[in-house]
């Protein structure tokens, strides 16, 4: 972004997991990890969990081959300016900006992202459900720390990682400030969410997160996913095991997910999304915030 070009961005969040939206079809914003970290930041910028760059699939070289099947690409970037491969309610609150700017309307649409192609369905209630596709179980055990407590955690990959851990209280995980320490650390080269549950009741769970690149957040929702799958294993439910579907309700701090898992493995979520607001970025503000 240059000085003095004015930029829409929107706000909007999914069960309070929330994103700065960035509309910019043709690609043509430089929108550098040091930009996503100022939008991002709580004070000084606009504030979210991360950024969703709205783009044409056919304007981004890694969405182009997947343009005839989703016109849009949630280019989404963590709220450090890392970029991940998926996130799930930023799939929801990309729909709902794409129904708020009359592109899309109720019903089913596909975007594009860095794990494939989702599809997604708007419904008449307000309700998105997203097609998650399936999840990646690696073998073998992860532990997971936090302070002086370790916990065994299920690797699971939902086009992204993560480390789901059972555990007592979900006062136990501490303050989570820091990336919970993780071993093996081949396990997660490039990093990992991690995940604490606990039971509410028959597949009724709850959880908190510490995102990769966000640090703990008040959703996630390839979080709930994986949380859904390593629950469904521990309670003797995998439904490619049982022949029939399974779904859990995932209670997080910001809200309540339902995820369904089908004897396939294919994986769907749903959830609310809202868009909270729109505005202008400033271009010579963010010139002179990143530097
Ligand atoms: N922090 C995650 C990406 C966002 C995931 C989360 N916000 C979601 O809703 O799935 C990662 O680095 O893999």
């Known amino acids: 972004m240059t000085t003095r070009t004015r930029t829409p961005f929107l706000k909007g969040h999914g069960t309070e997991n929330d994103f700065v939206i960035v509309p910019d079809p043709e690609n043509a914003l430089d929108l550098t990890p040091a930009a996503v970290a100022v939008l991002c930041d709580r004070r000084a910028g606009i504030g979210g969990d991360g950024v969703l760059h709205v783009v ?18 949630m280019d989404y970037r963590n709220g450090d300016g890392s970029v991940a491969e998926m996130c799930g309610n930023g799939v929801r609150v990309f729909a709902r900006y794409l129904q708020h700017a009359g592109h899309v309307g109720e019903g089913d649409l596909a975007i594009a992202t860095r794990a494939g192609v989702k599809t997604v369905h708007i419904a008449k ?15 073998g055990e ?4 936090v302070g002086e407590r370790s916990w065994a955690a299920r690797n699971v990959n939902m086009g992204n990682p993560h480390a789901v851990a059972f555990v007592g209280d ?28 606990v039971d509410r009741g028959p597949r009724h769970v709850a959880m908190r ?23 469904a294993r521990r309670d003797g439910a995998d439904p490619a095991v049982t022949g029939t579907p399974t779904t859990y309700t995932v209670d997080l701090p910001g809200g309540r997910l339902v995820i ?5 493995g294919e994986i769907e979520m749903t959830g609310p999304a809202v868009i909270v607001a729109e505005g202008e970025i400033d271009g010579e503000w963010l010139e002179n915030a990143v530097g």
């Open 56 to 73: 044409r699939s056919a304007a981004h070289p890694e969405a182009k081959p997947m343009a005839a099947e989703a016109e849009w690409f």
């Open 125 to 139: 209630n307000g309700d998105i459900t997203v097609g998650m596709g399936r999840a990646r179980l690696p073998e």
């Open 142 to 145: 992860v532990t997971v720390s």
């Open 170 to 197: 979900l006062a136990d995980a501490g303050t989570l400030y820091d990336p919970p320490p993780f071993s093996p650390a081949a396990a997660y080269p490039d990093g990992v969410n991690v995940e604490f549950v």
């Open 209 to 231: 997160v510490h995102e990769r690149g966000s640090g703990e957040t008040r959703s996630c929702g390839t979080g709930a996913c994986a949380v859904a799958v390593a629950a």
């Open 260 to 264: 369904t898992e089908r004897p396939d």
